[in-house]
């Protein structure tokens, strides 16, 4: 079963940036997309930016495009989300995970962004 891994966070002021690190131990080549989910405090986990690991296609929340983007690098097994212009609304706890079916959550990396 993969395992993910999620680095990066931490607090910055509005408009700086991040650059979380999703690292997978192990391949399963059922999984075609990898995508960042975020929750913040006593919200659902909802799901801000997906990559298709073997071609590499993306697709984001309108809440996020344009500010975040996700890539991969396969030879390393990670995916990451470069976020830019960060406001505060961001505040969360940032997941990696399957697109479909996700399962066995990580710790995710705590996100928080001031005014």
């Known amino acids: 079963q993969v395992q993910f891994v999620e680095s990066g966070g931490g607090s910055v002021q509005a408009g700086g940036s991040l650059r979380l690190s999703c690292a997978l131990s192990?391949?399963?080549?059922?999984?075609?997309?990898i995508g960042w989910y975020r929750q913040a405090g006593g919200e659902q986990r909802d799901l801000v930016a997906q990559?298709?690991?073997?071609?590499?296609?993306?697709n984001y929340a309108d809440s996020v495009k344009d500010r975040f983007t996700i890539s991969r690098d396969m030879a390393k097994n990670t995916v990451y989300l470069q976020m830019d212009a960060l406001e505060p609304e961001d505040t969360a706890v940032y997941y990696c995970?399957?697109?479909?079916?996700?399962?066995?959550w990580g710790q995710g990396t705590q996100v928080t962004v001031s005014s």
């Open positions: 192990g391949r399963d080549p059922s999984i075609n997309s």
């Open positions: 990559i298709n690991f073997w071609f590499g296609g993306t």
């Open positions: 995970n399957k697109v479909i079916r996700p399962d066995n």
